[in-house]
């Protein structure tokens, strides 16, 4: 039984994560990741009480697997920016679901909001410490506009539908804010 509601649980970010992605967080009703998980209303709320909790689990997820890609980079501007333009070649890519999130979630003190600033923090804190390693004068300045670079980079990728170049000019952007 344990397993089926582990399932159960999965289909649910499952469904929740690929109707976010396509389509928004707020268009999205319950009763379309209902159907689409196939599960009742009963189990629906069993595991997530509210849509609000589902959002929230669903960005921690995001947390967690862009952490594992964080883990994984090889530590060069080129390798960090390839990161991001697989990000941007996903199928359904819609941009950074921190971002979309935080956009739909306008309350600072919203959980959703929460886990953005903890997604946000962690990259910063991430990057200072790719930049201090590389002898960056300021690494925490650098991070904060290494951030800002990823954050336009996903936007112009995603705009544009030319991963590509946004990657491509983010490594430039990386490689000229660590050598400055």
Same mark, same amino acid.
């Given at each position: 039984?344990?397993?089926? =509601?582990? *399932?159960?649980?999965?289909?649910?970010?499952?469904?929740?994560?690929?109707?976010?992605?396509?389509?928004?967080?707020?268009?999205?009703?319950?009763?379309?990741?209902?159907?689409? $998980? #196939?599960?009742?209303?009963?189990?629906?709320?069993?595991?997530?009480?509210?849509?609000?909790?589902?959002?929230?689990?669903?960005?921690?997820?995001?947390?967690?697997?862009? *952490?594992?890609?964080?883990?994984? $980079?090889?530590?060069?501007?080129?390798?960090?920016?390839?990161?991001?333009?697989? !990000?941007?070649?996903?199928?359904?890519?819609?941009?950074?679901?921190?971002?979309?999130?935080?956009?739909?979630?306008?309350?600072?003190?919203?959980?959703?909001?929460?886990?953005?600033?903890?997604?946000? #923090? +962690?990259?910063?804190?991430?990057?200072?410490? +790719?930049? =201090?390693? =590389? #002898?960056? *004068?300021?690494?925490? !300045?650098?991070?904060? *506009?290494?951030?800002?670079?990823?954050?336009?980079?996903?936007?112009?990728?995603?705009?544009?539908?030319?991963?590509?170049? $946004?990657?491509? !000019?983010?490594?430039? #952007?990386? !490689?000229?804010?660590?050598?400055?």
């Amino acid at each position: 039984m344990a397993s089926t =509601r582990g *399932q159960a649980r999965e289909a649910i970010l499952a469904a929740a994560s690929a109707l976010f992605t396509a389509h928004g967080i707020r268009a999205v009703s319950a009763d379309r990741i209902l159907a689409e $998980a #196939g599960v009742s209303k009963v189990t629906f709320y069993r595991h997530f009480p509210s849509k609000d909790e589902l959002v929230v689990a669903y960005l921690e997820a995001e947390l967690e697997r862009v *952490q594992g890609l964080g883990r994984s $980079a090889t530590g060069e501007p080129r390798a960090i920016a390839a990161i991001f333009e697989n !990000e941007m070649c996903r199928p359904g890519f819609r941009g950074c679901p921190f971002i979309n999130a935080a956009a739909e979630y306008p309350d600072p003190d919203h959980p959703v909001r929460a886990v953005v600033a903890r997604f946000r #923090g +962690w990259m910063i804190d991430a990057i200072a410490a +790719w930049a =201090r390693d =590389r #002898g960056a *004068q300021a690494p925490d !300045e650098v991070a904060r *506009q290494v951030m800002m670079l990823r954050d336009g980079a996903l936007v112009d990728g995603y705009v544009t539908g030319n991963p590509r170049r $946004a990657a491509d !000019e983010l490594a430039a #952007g990386i !490689e000229a804010l660590v050598a400055a």
